[in-house]
């Protein structure tokens, strides 16, 4: 078999840029129930509780998909692990369109849930095992942003479904064609990951080192083929972690560590944000549902912004300092937020104290806590490890989705607090 002597930067980018599609509709499908929700609970008349059980439908899946990613890539390999993802993407996004009632709806969003599930793991592990050493942190950051990507073009998408018809058509037909158009990436994705080659770690593995040496020789040249070819089996090699490794005494701490970090990071409440943004701002800041879907764009924009700097700084300022100020932020502008619901004042200040909360969390606890657990875990366990603090993430994730509309739709807690409880329990986490 021929190979290159010299790589494509062209041809790693674009095959990066394919997978990371994954992470653009794990951010599309995470984010489409910002806004349309509301319109599905109108159509089909149910309640906060089950409408928390809409919402985190998705999430219950996306733990099960985070589960078996791992065991499904080592299996099929990770190209095979992301077209059956785009499948899912697929098929929620046709089945939440065309649902007779609530429960299918909840069918077709637990299937989006695995795509999302399984993509988190599989998109960054094939983009790092893919990519040279010298530029990999670079080629697995095109995956966060993607993600962010795809929530910022959703609400878009959302927003201007929204305002092409009336409250009436948005509750019969809008709300479908936000849900439905999830199809069109989807489609684009399973096509173009027809495309890409195998990951090159999982071709060595599985005995097939011809095919491997090929793609690392397109990707950087016939001498670092080799030469990655050499790590790659060496790291094969001497792989031998197990779960229960991860439950030594010498691990158990750090184990603790990284699944309290995960934790934390949900339960901020960043995703009742970039979720029910919309609801948060018609509730807190009195507007129409077409005005907050505009300002959720903005909470969007906002987010890939400050994710992009904090990419660009977390080497330079550090993980520790990035960590305190954005907690601080954080803090101060969710209490801000359940003062505004006490006192029930409403205005422009309401959505700069959104921004503020989005801004921290983008700068600091949304990205920074991802690259303490890449560093805190051994190499041998590090996979392991991180899939269950990815478990763990998920699993908090829905249950502040859950809680936090049973809380809004709570007649004590409105009468007390006037919707602004959740934000002091989010911002005292």
Not at 46 to 65: E, H, R, Y
Not at 153 to 166: P, Q, R, W
Not at 175 to 180: I, K, N, Q, V
Not at 198 to 222: C, F, H, M, Y
């Amino acid at each position: 078999m021929q190979m290159k002597e010299s790589g494509s930067m062209t041809y790693l980018t674009g095959v990066c840029m394919v997978a990371a599609l994954g992470g653009l509709l794990f951010g599309y499908d995470t984010g489409v129930v910002n806004g349309s929700l509301d319109f599905v609970q109108i159509k089909f008349a149910f309640n906060d509780t089950m409408a928390g059980i809409a919402a985190a439908s998705a999430l219950v899946g996306c733990i099960f998909g985070a589960a078996f990613a791992g065991t499904l890539s080592d299996r099929l390999g990770r190209k095979k692990v992301l077209i059956l993802s785009a499948v899912m993407f697929l098929v929620s996004a046709i089945g939440t369109a065309i649902p007779r009632d609530i429960f299918q709806f909840i069918v077709f969003r637990f299937i989006g849930g695995l795509g999302v599930g399984a993509a988190s793991i599989t998109s960054p592990m094939y983009i790092a095992e893919i990519s040279p050493a010298r530029i990999r942190g670079r080629m697995v950051s095109i995956n966060q942003f993607a993600i962010v990507s795809g929530m910022l073009l959703v609400y878009f998408v959302n927003y201007f479904i929204a305002i092409g018809g009336n409250a009436t058509w948005n509750k019969e037909t809008g709300w479908r064609w936000m849900f439905g158009s999830e199809s069109l990436p989807a489609v684009l994705f399973l096509l173009l990951t027809m495309l890409i080659p195998e990951s090159p770690r999982w071709l060595t593995k599985n005995g097939k080192k011809d095919k491997a040496l090929d793609i690392l020789s397109r990707v950087d040249g016939t001498e670092y083929a080799h030469h990655e070819m050499a790590a790659i089996e060496e790291t094969i090699e001497h792989e031998s972690g197990s779960l229960a490794q991860l439950f030594h005494p010498g691990m158990r701490l750090v184990l603790v560590i990284g699944v309290v970090l995960a934790v934390l990071q949900q339960v901020t409440g960043i995703n009742v944000f970039l979720y029910f943004g919309s609801d948060v701002f018609a509730k807190l800041g009195g507007k129409t549902i077409n005005a907050a879907l505009l300002e959720q764009i903005v909470v969007g924009a906002t987010n890939l912004t400050f994710t992009v700097i904090a990419i660009w700084v977390v080497d330079k300022v550090g993980r520790k300092p990035l960590m305190i100020i954005g907690s601080v932020g954080m803090g101060i502008s969710l209490f801000a937020m359940g003062l505004a619901g006490v006192l029930q004042t409403k205005g422009w200040w309401i959505l700069f104290f959104v921004l503020g909360y989005i801004a921290c969390f983008a700068l600091s606890v949304g990205p920074v806590v991802w690259v303490i657990l890449s560093e805190i875990f051994p190499t041998k366990i590090r996979g392991r490890a991180m899939g269950l603090a990815t478990i763990c993430l998920w699993s908090a994730n829905a249950v502040v989705t859950l809680t936090f509309k049973m809380m809004k739709g709570s007649e004590f807690l409105i009468d007390k607090f006037h919707h602004g409880f959740p934000y002091f329990i989010y911002g005292t986490m």
